[in-house]
């Protein structure tokens, strides 16, 4: 079972920091990805981390802003979002993938529910 946690209302401007906690699951098998979807758009990746934790991906939408990290003994993942824009607004998902990080949600063989991020103008 996966878990993304963390999300909440911010101001524009503001920081939001999210957390995917798995149980049940061999978490340092997979790599990780960070989706979100916003109302009437399609899942778009956000960013994603490799099973050790030594290559990461980033949407070009929040490249400098967000920082995906990982702590494989904690079986967690997590998504730091700074200089938050009302276009980040969305509800949050992290997915796990068996051989690569990929920025294809289909791809992604578990998905965790998600966790809604809203920033304010």
């Known amino acids: 079972q996966l878990q993304a946690s963390g999300g909440g209302l911010v101001q524009a401007g503001g920081s939001l920091s999210l957390s995917c906690v798995s149980s049940g699951l061999t978490f340092g098998a997979y790599h990780v990805g960070w989706f979100r979807q916003a109302p009437g758009k399609e899942r778009e990746f956000v960013a994603g981390?490799?099973?050790?934790?030594?290559?990461?991906e980033y949407a070009d939408s929040v490249k400098g802003r967000f920082s995906v990290s990982r702590d494989n003994a904690k079986r967690a993942a997590f998504l730091q979002m700074n200089s938050l824009k009302p276009g980040d607004t969305a509800v949050y998902y992290c997915?796990?993938?068996?051989?690569?990080?990929?920025?294809?949600?289909?791809?992604?063989?578990?998905w965790g529910k998600g966790a809604q991020v809203t920033v304010s103008s």
């Open positions: 981390i490799s099973r050790g934790g030594s290559t990461t």
């Open positions: 997915a796990f993938n068996h051989k690569a990080v990929s920025t294809v949600p289909e791809s992604y063989v578990r």
